[in-house]
Each structure stands twice: as C-alpha cells, then as structure tokens.
Nanobody, 123 residues
C-alpha cells in the first residue's frame, strides 16, 4: 500500500514556472518507478514524464521536452516536476503515479495514483 499526495499546483501566466511535489508514504518508495501524468478537460489522461527508481533515467512526452524536469529525492520519499516556460495548453490536473513495471507505467498503468493537483496557465 502506497499513498501519494501532490502539491504545488496553481495559477500562473504563460511563460512562468511551477514546481510540483509528490509525497509518498506506506510501502518502500525507492523501489517504485515514478511518473507524472495530466488530464485536461475533455481529454484522457496523458503521459508527461517518468523516472526509473534505480538509475534515475528519465523519459518525457514530446510536448514537454526541454521545459519540464522530473526528479526524485528517495531519502525524502518525494518526486518533483519542475515546469518552466508554461503554455496555456499545459493547463490540466497533474497526477503523480508509482509503478513497479516501467513499460506499464509509461502506458498509464500505474500501481498507485495521487489525487491530482490543478495547474492553470493563463495567456
């Protein structure tokens, strides 16, 4: 059993930055691959970024490459998403996810999900 709680969302103007945090509790955090997903109104949940628990290697969706950075602090059981150069199309509810299977996580099949945090980017 793992609990994930996101924070750091809010309203920001286009071109601005936000840093999302996901705090994990319960089962050992460091052995899970971690990811961020987002869902905009009228759209399905889409992949944003993942980081592998053992190597720290990362993967990003094309629309966020060069602007978003995923990182983790295993000692603090926390994963982050630094978002720079935000665009209105980035507006969505952002979800933190944990999974033991990396390919499944990339495909949106996580073992655990957070409740989501709203990010709104105004033009």
């Amino acid at each position: 059993q793992v609990q994930l709680v996101e924070s750091g969302g809010g309203l920001v103007q286009a071109g601005g930055s936000l840093r999302l945090s996901c705090a994990a509790s319960g089962r050992t955090f460091s052995t899970y691959h971690m990811g961020w997903f987002r869902q905009a109104p009228g759209k399905g949940r889409e992949f944003v970024a993942t980081t592998k628990w053992d190597t720290g290697s990362t993967r990003y969706a094309d629309p966020v490459k060069g602007r978003f950075t995923i990182s983790r602090d295993n000692a603090k059981n926390t994963v982050f998403l630094q978002m720079n150069g935000l665009k209105p199309e980035d507006s969505a509810v952002y979800y933190c996810a944990a999974g033991e299977n990396l390919p499944l996580l990339h495909g949106g099949r996580a073992d655990y999900w957070g409740q989501g945090t709203q990010v709104t980017v105004s033009s």
